[in-house]
Structure formats: C-alpha cells, structure tokens
DNA sequence: ATAAAAACGATAATCACTATCGTTTTTATT
DNA sequence: AATAAAAACGATAGTGATTATCGTTTTTAT
C-alpha cells in the first residue's frame, strides 16, 4: 500500500551517515548533503531521517540535549555526551541486560530495555581545561 | 548579590510538586496551579521550576520525548517510561555505579555519571491491551 | 509512453521553551 | 508605617527544532 520510492537524497543522506561516529544533528546533515544537492530541503532530510530510522538502516538518538542525533550503527549500543562542549560519542561496552531484571523487581510494569546516557568531559576538553587558566 | 525573594507562585508549584510520583511537565503543573493562582503566567512557571532546579529542591528528568518533566525526589534515582501512554515512574533501583567504571574503560574522556531510562508497558496499559480485541 | 503515487522543495505551522519589558511584590532600612 | 532597591510577576514576542501542507517533480510498474 506503501511502497517505499528510491531516491537519491534519501540515498546521499545514507552515505553520508555510514562509517560516521559523531552522531550528527539532522541541520548538520542538511548542511553537508547541500554540498551535493544544493537546493535540498531541511524538510526533506528530517523525511528521511525518520523514514531510515523507521525501516531501521538507521537510529536516532534521544536524550542529548536540544536536537536529536542519527547514528548509522543500529545495534543496541551505549553513547557518551561531554558536558563542556556537547558532543556525542560511543561507548563500547555491551548493554548491561542484567539492568532490566534489577529494575523489574518490585516494578508492577514490564520492562522491556533501558538507554543509558553517560556524561562528563571528552577528551578533547580535558586537554583544552588544562591549557586554560584558572578563572578568577 | 542575587538574593531570592519569597514568591508565592514559586511556593505553589513547589507544594503542588512535593509527594508526587507522576513527573509532570511544565505545562501540567501550570495547568493544575491556575486554579489557585488563575492569571499566572507560564514563563512563571517555567521561570520558577529552573530556579528550583538550580537551588536543588526539584529535579528535572530529561531523556523523555517532547516535553521535559520535573520531580520533586533530588536523590539520583532511575526513570521508566511507558511505550503506549509515555506515563513517568520512578524506579526503585539503586543506581549502579559501576555502570561509569565500565563504560570508563577504553573510553580518553572522564566519566562522571550516567542517566538511564527504561522502557516497556506500564501496567495500566498491559490491562488495557489485554482488554482490546487482536487489530486485523 | 503513460499514469499513479511517492518524494520533492518551499514555506507555514506547531511545540516547548526563553527573553524582554513595564508593572507589582517583597523585604531590608529608615 | 514609609521608602526604595531589586526580585518576581504577567503579557507577550522571539527562538530553535521539528512537523505539516501543498503544488510540482521523480520514480516506477504497466
């Protein structure tokens, strides 16, 4: 009833994410797919994005704050954000499965998984905190 | 320098906030604090809960779609959140510390702590959907 | 080659939230 | 109690991310 159509802005919004580990903004996707198809639209890469998530070629990242992040990797994985400069990364530590039955305990609901959300500082701003004078 | 002063708004939202375990938005609890103060304004509310935040007398859970939600425990504790409804509970699980040591390893950045989110089916809806007829 | 419908680009609308600003409250000091 | 500085207010405009609308263009099965 729905079949989905091809189309090459959907496709170049695929290449662009694949290999990528910084979990880009839907803007920050828009920005550099407009190098290619200069007169794409912001409506049409939020499309996208959501159509890819929702056939699962790609998933989306909740909980950071201000805009949603897109992630090419779909396996269930943990991510890190950095308080000083917001950015995104993976974590490689396999999800705790274990968490869900703890939670479940004593919980009338059920539990089906958990997102996890790790924060503190990258190590790109740890280098550039101690390059900085302390602040009087 | 920046001395608080009494408000009886921010006492409201205050008192309508302590002892509940439904993490209400913004715009539910200016819903509900209108009937005591009906010309407030919602950037009071708005104002109100931030600096409640900052001064640590609520805290405000992110994580969840749309609309950010407050509660009035400030001790660190897990969130679960329904996949039908999108209702807010709390979670009476410790939070696990190693969780952060693990994720530490191979990671250049510092970790200083987590948020986690579970999700599945509150058991307001598992009754309901075992009351609603199998969709054709 | 045709035509149905999926996808497009442009743009308006929505939603949660923040900022501005003139007025009202609070509160420390007379 | 009167005063006055500043915190907080209500109304409202503005912002940023995202979604919806709509007439046009592409895709694709026939």
């Given at each position: 009833?729905k079949?989905?159509?091809?189309?090459r802005?959907?496709?170049?919004?695929?290449?662009?994410?694949e290999?990528?580990?910084?979990?880009?903004t839907?803007?920050?996707?828009?920005?550099?797919?407009r190098?290619?198809?200069?007169?794409?639209?912001?409506?049409?890469?939020?499309?996208?994005?959501s159509?890819l998530?929702?056939?699962?070629?790609?998933?989306?990242?909740a909980g950071?704050?201000?805009?949603?992040r897109?992630?090419?990797?779909?396996?269930?994985?943990?991510?890190f954000?950095?308080r000083?400069?917001g950015?995104?990364?993976?974590?490689?530590?396999?999800?705790?499965?274990?968490?869900?039955?703890?939670?479940?305990e004593?919980?009338?609901?059920?539990?089906?998984?958990?997102?996890?959300?790790?924060?503190?500082?990258?190590?790109e701003c740890?280098?550039?905190?101690?390059?900085?004078?302390?602040?009087l």
């Amino acid at each position: 009833m729905k079949a989905m159509k091809y189309s090459r802005q959907r496709e170049s919004i695929k290449e662009f994410l694949e290999g990528r580990t910084d979990h880009p903004t839907a803007d920050m996707i828009y920005m550099n797919i407009r190098k290619l198809y200069p007169n794409i639209s912001l409506g049409t890469v939020y499309r996208n994005l959501s159509l890819l998530v929702s056939i699962g070629e790609i998933s989306k990242i909740a909980g950071t704050d201000g805009a949603e992040r897109f992630d090419p990797n779909t396996k269930p994985h943990y991510h890190f954000v950095c308080r000083e400069c917001g950015c995104v990364q993976d974590i490689s530590l396999e999800p705790v499965k274990a968490l869900d039955g703890l939670a479940a305990e004593g919980f009338d609901g059920s539990i089906e998984g958990h997102t996890t959300l790790f924060y503190g500082t990258c190590s790109e701003c740890k280098k550039k905190l101690l390059d900085k004078p302390i602040a009087l």
